[in-house]
């Protein structure tokens, strides 16, 4: 599974046509449209993003609904030491710093605690 989740990733960075990429990865067509579905679906199916689980991250639950705590949203440090602030109010942003950390943990060989 791993394995297919970063050639997805590979390919979603690309620039080549499906044809091209499953040439160059020497695996068939058939199981690239395969494995995409089956790694859209899991997620879903998981309640959680395989790919972010895979990256080290983990679910986090609130325990009732602490409008202070949401409103507080979430700090992302980075080894680096950058800090990074999103409001959990707005969900798209979020979603999105988590997808980018996740690919760039993945690109750098993944399983690195968050």
Not at 15 to 31: D, L, T, Y
Request: some cysteine; charged content about 25%.
């Amino acid at each position: 599974v791993r394995d297919w989740q970063r050639r997805m990733t590979r390919f979603e960075e690309g620039r080549q046509s499906v044809a091209e990429f499953c040439r160059k990865e020497g695996v068939s067509a058939p199981s690239f449209y395969q494995w995409r579905k089956r790694l859209r679906e899991r997620p879903r199916a998981a309640g959680t993003n395989a790919a972010l689980v895979a990256a080290g991250f983990r679910p986090v639950r609130l325990a009732g609904t602490n409008a202070a705590l949401v409103a507080a949203g979430v700090a992302v440090q980075l080894p680096g030491g950058t800090q990074l602030h999103v409001p959990t109010t707005d969900r798209r942003a979020l979603r999105l710093v988590i997808d980018t950390l996740a690919r760039a943990d993945a690109q750098r060989g993944g399983g690195g605690a968050c």
